[in-house]
């Protein structure tokens, strides 16, 4: 079955970084576009960055152009997610998805295969 699991969220001030990992199983990581969302509660999953598996065009929410950068390695089946200049308002869940279409998809609704999500905390 399709796993994807999600590490490298923590504690962090305001202006660190981080780097999220997303290593999948299951699928042909190379045939499937990457995405990454992030949840806080009593809002909805926010769309974050993805990168597609054809060409690795990488497209970003507004929110986070200037400050994450999303990679892939698909020798290592895995997805990164490059956080820089974090903000107290960056603090969520922060989800990894797949899906099959070599495509920007900016909607959770795209995407197929989700993982478990890892807590990232900015502290101001």
């Known amino acids: 079955q399709v796993q994807l699991v999600e590490s490298g969220g923590g504690l962090v001030q305001a202006g660190g970084s981080l780097r999220l990992s997303c290593a999948a199983s299951?699928?042909?990581?190379?045939?499937?576009?990457m995405g990454w969302f992030r949840h806080v509660p009593g809002k909805e999953r926010e769309f974050i960055a993805t990168?597609?598996?054809?060409?690795?065009?990488?497209c970003y929410a507004d929110s986070v152009k200037d400050r994450f950068t999303i990679s892939r390695d698909n020798a290592k089946n895995t997805a990164y997610l490059h956080l820089h200049s974090l903000k107290p308002e960056d603090t969520a869940v922060y989800y990894c998805?797949?899906?099959?279409?070599?495509?920007?998809?900016?909607?959770?609704?795209?995407?197929?295969?989700w993982g478990q999500g890892t807590q990232v905390t900015v502290s101001s």
């Open positions: 998805a797949a899906r099959s279409s070599s495509s920007c998809s900016y909607s959770a609704l795209g995407y197929n295969y």
């Open positions: 299951g699928l042909l990581f190379s045939s499937h576009t």
């Open positions: 990168i597609t598996w054809s060409n690795g065009r990488t």
